[in-house]
C-alpha cells in the first residue's frame, strides 16, 4: 500500500570477481548506493538490520508514550509529545531507508504485526514512574546514540544519511532524560528515590542493548568487513560504561553492580556479568511487556486503516485531476 517503485539491486554471488570489486570499493571507504551491485549477503544482512531498528524506534514510542498524559508540567509535556514524536520519524526515514534495497514497508510492517521480526528488547519493561522517563532518555537514547553514531559511516549511502539526523535527535533525547534525572536527583527524599529506582531497572537492560558479546554474536564478522558495523558490541559497551559511570556519580546516584570498579591500569570502568539469559528470554518473546506492546502496535495499524485509505483515495483524486489538466 505504502510501495514506492522498488529498486531491485543487481545481486551478485558472494564469490564473484563482481563481488570482490564491490569489497574493494567498500575497503576504499565509498558509499553504496540503492541500485548499485551488491551481494545478496549484503543486501539481507542490511534489510534485517534497518527494519529491526525501524521496529524498535516504533514499539519505543509505546513506553514513554504512556506518559504523555502523566507528565508532571506542561513544559515536560511538550518535550516528551516532540520526543516520541521524533522516534515515529525515525522510524519512518528506517523504513524509507529499507525499501531501497527492494522489500516492501508492507511486507515489513507485517513481519512486525505478526511477532515475527525482532526489535530492542529493551522496550519490553514497564515504565513504572516518571523517573523512567528521565532514565530512558539518559540512559537508553544514550545507549541508542552510542551505538548510532558509527552508523553514520555505515558503507550503505541511505542508512548512513538517515543515522546522521537520527543521532541530532537523539542526542537531544539524551540531554532531555539526563536534565529530568538531575532535577529528581537534586529534589525531595522521594524524588531521589525515585531516580535511584529507575536506574536499578533501567542500567542493566541499557547494557544488553548493544547485543550478545562478542564471541557469540553471529553477525559480526560479515558487518564489520561490510563495514555496516565499525565497533564491536563489546567495546561500543564498555564506551557506553566509561561515559555513562561517572554521570550517575555526579547524580549522586549509585549503579546497581558490586562489581563495578574503575581499572586504573587500562582507564576503563569495570562491570559485573550480565545475566543473558534474561536477555535471550525477553528477545524470545517472555518479558514483562511484550505482549502489550504488541498487541498495541496491532491495535493501532488496525484503527490506522482510515487514515491510509484517505491518503490513497486522495492521491489517486489528485492523479485524475492531474490527468484530466493534461489533457
Ligand atoms: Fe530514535
Ligand atoms: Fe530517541
Known amino acids: 500500500m505504502y510501495s514506492q517503485a522498488l529498486n531491485t ?4 554471488a558472494d564469490n564473484s570477481p563482481e563481488a570482490v570489486r564491490f569489497q574493494a570499493r567498500i575497503d576504499a571507504e565509498e558509499r553504496i548506493e540503492p541500485n548499485d551491485p551488491m551481494p545478496e549477503s549484503y543486501r539481507r544482512t542490511l534489510v534485517r538490520q534497518i527494519s529491526q531498528h525501524a521496529h524498535s524506534e516504533i514499539v519505543g514510542m509505546l513506553p514513554e508514550g504512556n506518559w504523555i498524559t502523566r507528565a508532571p ?3 515536560r509535556k511538550a518535550a516528551l509529545l516532540a520526543k516520541v514524536q521524533d522516534e515515529g520519524g525515525h522510524g519512518l526515514y528506517l523504513y524509507a531507508a529499507a525499501e531501497t534495497l527492494g522489500v516492501a514497508r508492507e511486507e515489513l510492517i507485517d513481519q512486525l504485526l505478526t511477532g515475527r521480526a525482532k526489535y530492542s528488547s529493551i522496550f519490553n519493561y514497564p515504565t513504572l514512574s516518571w523517573a523512567d522517563i528521565g532514565a530512558i532518555g539518559w540512559l537508553v537514547d544514550g545507549a541508542a546514540i552510542m551505538n548510532q553514531i558509527p552508523l553514520c559511516r555505515c558503507s550503505y549511502g541511505p ?3 538517515a543515522m546522521i539526523r537520527i543521532c541530532k535527535e537523539e542526542s537531544f533525547h539524551q540531554r532531555q532524560g539526563f536534565e529530568i534525572m538531575t532535577v529528581l536527583a537534586r ?6 528515590a525515585m531516580a535511584q529506582d529507575a536506574l536499578n531497572r533501567w542500567w542493566w537492560p541499557s547494557l544488553m542493548m ?3 558479546p562478542d564471541a557469540q554474536s553471529q553477525h559480526s564478522d560479515a558487518s564489520m568487513r561490510w563495514k555496516i ?3 564491536t558490541n563489546d567495546s561500543l559497551r564498555q564506551k557506553f560504561v566509561d561515559a555513562t559511570v561517572p554521570q550517575g556519580h555526579y547524580l549522586g546516584l549509585t549503579f546497581p553492580d558490586p562489581a563495578l570498579r574503575f581499572d586504573e591500569s587500562t582507564g576503563h570502568w569495570e562491570f559485573g556479568a550480565i545475566d543473558w539469559d534474561e536477555f535471550k528470554r525477553v528477545l524470545a518473546g517472555d518479558g514483562p511487556c511484550n505482549r502489550e506492546r504488541l498487541a498495541a502496535r ?5 484503527e490506522g486503516a482510515w487514515v491510509r485509505e484517505a491518503a490513497l483515495a486522495y492521491a489517486a483524486k489528485q492523479r485524475s485531476a492531474k490527468r484530466r489538466e493534461a489533457a
Open 187 to 192: 529534589g525531595a527524599d522521594e524524588q531521589r
Open 9 to 12: 539491486p543487481t545481486v551478485l
Open 298 to 302: 496491532q491495535r493501532a495499524h488496525e
Open 159 to 161: 542508512y548512513a544519511r
Open 210 to 212: 548493544f547485543g550478545p
Open 229 to 231: 558495523k565499525r565497533f
Open 73 to 75: 508540567t506542561l513544559r
